[in-house]
């Protein structure tokens, strides 16, 4: 089956510093990535998609400035949380689109912000 | 209208048991309705999937039913093993928009050995 990395698995920082996550299609090219977000014991939300070579489309109500979304290969999407705080504490995750409109899924990243 | 609303929230079945987890939707659009299974600390993982022409579809002890008319989907886990303990979550999605999911609220499955 298709195979997403997603990279760290856990990070911890200082709040006002930026996190950078890497999601990776290991065994596939997808042109549109997406990034959720899941906090505990609650659902995935769509944070925005990501097109390679183009801007990343964002939901309604996400901070395009503070979550800065890149696709530079068909590959590889990675996702920076700039400026950092206690709020953005949360399970990130990734998904990439593959064959047949399946959608696989990156282990996600726990982001904890001191 | 891009609602899921799944229930139960939580669910203890005994091993060999049947699991039932049901999702409903309001938008008539959605045509991939797939679930996934996620364990702690872990992404989800594609269980099954299915498009509304079919009214059933059959994936080992998972399967899926579909009611068009009634706009709701459930999955039934067969003969439940406590391995299969997990938060399970129902998705649905618009034509040609299949990683755009919309998804339930999940479903946390315990089972009892």
């Known amino acids: 089956g298709a195979v997403v990395s997603q990279h760290p698995s856990r990070v911890i920082c200082k709040s006002g510093t930026s996190v950078k996550i890497e999601c990776r299609s290991l065994d596939f090219q997808a042109t549109t990535m997406f990034w959720y977000r899941q906090f505990p014991k609650q659902s995935l939300m769509l944070m925005a998609t990501s097109n390679e070579g183009s801007k990343a489309t964002y939901e309604q109500g996400v901070e395009k400035d503070k979550f800065l979304i890149n696709h530079a290969s068909l590959t590889l999407s990675t996702l920076t949380v700039t400026s950092a705080h206690p709020e953005d504490s949360s399970f990130y995750i990734c998904?990439?689109?593959?064959?047949?409109?399946?959608?696989?899924f990156g282990s996600g990243t726990q982001l904890s912000v001191l | 209208q891009q609602q899921v609303k799944q229930s139960p929230q939580s669910l203890i079945v005994q091993k060999g048991g049947i699991s039932i987890i049901n999702c409903a939707y309001e938008n008539t659009a959605f045509d991939y309705f797939p679930w996934y299974q996620q364990f702690p600390g872990k992404g989800p993982a594609l269980l099954i999937a299915?498009?509304?022409?079919?009214s059933e579809k059959k994936e080992g002890r998972f399967t899926i039913s579909f009611n068009k008319s009634a706009k709701q989907f459930s999955l039934h886990i067969m003969d439940s093993q406590p391995g299969d303990s997990a938060t399970y979550f129902c998705?649905?999605?618009?034509?040609?928009?299949?990683?755009?999911?919309?998804f339930g609220q999940g479903t946390e499955l315990s089972v009892k050995p």
């Open positions: 998705a649905a999605s618009l034509r040609n928009q299949g990683g755009k999911l919309i």
């Open positions: 299915i498009r509304p022409d079919v």
């Open positions: 998904s990439a689109e593959g064959a047949g409109e399946k959608l696989f």
